[in-house]
């Protein structure tokens, strides 16, 4: 350590600085008493477990179940995957969280030329049936929780999921688990998108009603913030987009004919928490207070669960620096402690390597110690919502809350969160928000630890975690197995059927699990439904 | 009455990496620092970005890739350029590559790697060192 020079020393604050949230708002030295004036403690702060759950969505939030250690993972091929989720299992982990690879979250097959290189890389690759039968081989479905985080292709990775179950001899009735199937961030921000937004919101609408009957215990949707502030929005941005996404699936379900208190309660949300402490605790309490609201007051639902906004977090992914990587440690940290003073129900921390690659196993490791040791040492867990009551941080709850209601109401005005993708707006915005920020953090106005400030110049490698390229050929050797052996009578009637009922209004999702059990591949599934519904172009903003 | 541009770059996204944050940015500052710039969109193939790169006749390509599949892309949009005759066309790039990756591709003849915390001025300071020398003798052999 001691050859290790800093580059530039700390600075005094200058007289110019401003002081702010990382979203922009204005903050003050001091917070009093006055600044809850203009609000209404006993009905906007509440008790925890009460509407607007302001405080949190439990009466004894931790006492009474510490939130869920929530580790998203998976590599290579399903047999490889299904080692590392019956390790999981072994080790006491109750549900699993499964990774795709890009091929299988854009619904195309490994021998795509779109695919090459890919296969494998970043999730595992599913092709067929028989692939995410060997991923939860020897896993029984109806025991566990399982979480896929899938979007675009979602109803057809589901409906291979539904024929393990039979398979497995599982009743539909008691599967549990998440399908993120958020395809409007998808517009917004990640870009995994295979239709146009609209007959995408039929799928989902869809597969939401499919569940109401079929799959009760099901959260259909998992409405997420979280790739909205990775594209860089700001924590009030990610805040209003994520709410308005959630609007546009209200209403879509409801314009499908479902009632409302049938499907909310298994609508959850996933945010990302980033830097600024109290910003982040702010932004999930605005958030439960908003949504409890909007859905009492503006779609009428009666059932207390409708009301409650379930969170999953994951910190900033974003945030992360390739310079001196074991800092990321202490960001995450702090990060993850924002998430539990913000009443998450989940929470996923990022290891200190993933600027460079998928983590290390040890890098993974530990990230999952800092969660052990935020909710065994550190004490936090023990007393409900601690900052509830805080002049600042109430007062921040508060703004946040108007802010991204002032958001909220600007794309109602545009006719809604569909209409305003078309638009291009929440896209220009976040375009506009992440070039703000690194130009701040180019011209040191930001200071990011070891990248603009305190940097060193000698910075040593640490390992990476790097993938097998044979996975691919692998993989590809599989599916031309299948492909040979499958009954392509079958297959042709299965797609038949698929596009038929693509072109009326009837359930899309039996047809799914129909073509999956005669082994037709995921694009096969994708790329037909494509020819009835169209593919999607943005129009690009930088 | 617009300045004439220094050089005309192509940044584009290949395979089916959707992550264009890094793109986006590096397209911007890159034009207000008097570049054109040419932005292919998502889900190029790198038979796309090439053929439009020499329809386009830029000086340089800029590939962003956070998927992975740099090993493969790189490689694969250098081969074609080369193939096209485009072999005075600049290919540098960034995204989550790791630092025996980036060697490597160096090696093979990729200009430059930008890894995460790159200051965007470090991008646009490389292209007027690299890429606007050879745009100026492109054009006078033009």
Redesign the interface.
């Known amino acids: 350590m001691s050859t290790r020079k800093n580059s530039s020393p700390p600075e005094p604050a200058t007289a110019k600085q401003r002081y702010r949230t990382q979203s922009g708002l204005p903050l003050k030295e001091v917070y009093t008493e006055s600044d809850l004036a203009g609000s209404n403690p006993p009905r906007e702060i509440g008790n925890s477990g009460e509407y607007p759950f302001t405080r949190g969505i439990h009466r004894t939030m931790y006492r009474g179940k510490p939130w869920t250690i929530r580790q998203f993972s998976g590599f290579g091929s399903a047999v490889d995957t299904n080692r590392r989720l019956r390790f999981l299992l072994e080790q006491g982990q109750h549900g699993l969280s499964t990774a795709f690879d890009l091929p299988t979250l854009m619904g195309r097959d490994s021998d795509d030329p779109l695919s090459r290189g890919e296969v494998g890389r970043e999730g595992v690759a599913i092709d067929t049936l028989d692939d995410l039968e060997t991923l939860f081989r020897d896993i029984p479905l109806e025991k566990i929780s399982t979480s896929m985080t899938i979007n675009a292709p979602a109803p057809v990775i589901f409906a291979m999921y539904l024929a393990t179950a039979r398979r497995q001899g599982a009743a539909w009735s008691t599967l549990r688990g998440t399908l993120q199937n958020d395809i409007l961030k998808e517009y917004i921000a990640q870009k995994e998108w295979l239709f146009p937004p609209r007959p995408s919101l039929r799928l989902i609408t869809d597969l939401v009603a499919f569940c109401c009957r079929e799959v009760p215990k099901w959260n259909t949707i998992s409405i997420s913030g979280y790739h909205i502030r990775e594209a860089g929005s700001t924590a009030v941005q990610e805040l209003a987009f994520t709410l308005a996404d959630g609007i546009g699936y209200v209403q879509s379900c409801l314009e499908a004919g479902l009632q409302v208190d049938e499907f909310t309660p298994r609508f959850s949300f996933f945010f990302n928490s980033h830097n600024d402490f109290f910003e982040e605790v702010a932004k999930l309490r605005a958030a439960r207070r908003l949504w409890a609201v909007i859905m009492r007051e503006r779609f009428g639902a009666r059932d207390p669960r409708s009301w409650m906004l379930r969170a999953h977090v994951q910190t900033a992914g974003c945030s992360l620096t390739a310079q001196q990587p074991y800092v990321n440690v202490a960001r995450t940290t702090l990060q993850a402690l924002a998430a539990v003073f913000g009443g998450t129900q989940s929470l996923h921390t990022n290891s200190l390597d993933e600027t460079y690659a998928l983590p290390t196993e040890e890098a993974a490791t530990l990230a999952v110690r800092t969660q052990q040791v935020i909710v065994h040492e550190s004490g936090v867990s023990q007393v409900v919502d601690p900052l509830g009551g805080s002049y600042f941080v109430e007062d921040l709850t508060h703004r946040m809350e108007k802010e991204a209601s002032r958001l909220i109401h600007t794309i109602d005005d545009m006719g809604g969160i569909v209409a305003a993708i078309e638009r291009g707006f929440p896209q220009r915005e976040i375009a506009e928000a992440s070039y703000t920020y690194q130009r701040e953090v180019d011209s040191g106005e930001r200071i990011i630890v070891g990248v603009n400030r305190y940097q060193q110049s000698d910075d040593t490698p640490i390992p990476t975690l790097s993938i097998d390229p044979e996975v691919e050929n692998d993989q590809l050797k599989r599916l031309e197995k299948i492909k040979s052996q499958r009954s392509q009578r079958e297959v042709t009637r299965a797609l038949d059927r698929v596009r038929r009922t693509a072109r009326g209004t009837e359930n899309l999702m039996p047809t799914f699990v129909e073509a999956v059990e005669a082994q037709v591949t995921l694009w096969e599934v994708c790329g037909t439904l494509r020819e009835v519904f169209g593919s999607y172009q943005e129009n690009p903003v930088f | 009455m617009k300045p004439h541009p220094h050089a005309r770059i192509l940044v584009g996204k290949v395979?089916?990496?959707?992550?264009?944050?890094g793109?986006?940015?590096v397209?911007?500052?890159l034009r207000d620092a008097g570049f054109e710039i040419i932005?292919t969109?998502?889900?190029q193939?790198p038979e796309m970005v090439v053929s439009t790169a020499v329809q386009e006749d830029v000086d340089a390509v800029a590939l962003s890739i956070l998927?992975?599949?740099h090993?493969?892309?790189f490689p694969?949009v250098l081969g074609l350029l080369r193939e096209q005759g485009a072999h005075d066309v600049v290919l540098f790039g960034g995204g989550?590559i790791?630092?025996e990756d980036r060697a490597r591709l160096l090696e093979q003849g990729v200009a430059e790697i930008f890894?995460?915390?790159t200051?965007?001025?470090k991008v646009v300071d490389f292209a007027h060192e690299k890429i606007v020398p050879l745009a100026r003798k492109r054009r006078q052999a033009g």
Request: hydrophobic content about 30%; overall charge positive; proline content about 9%.
């Open positions: 395979g089916l990496d959707g992550h264009d944050r793109a986006k940015i397209a911007r500052a932005y969109g998502l889900h193939t998927s992975g599949a090993n493969y892309l694969k989550i790791p630092e890894t995460p915390g200051p965007i001025q």
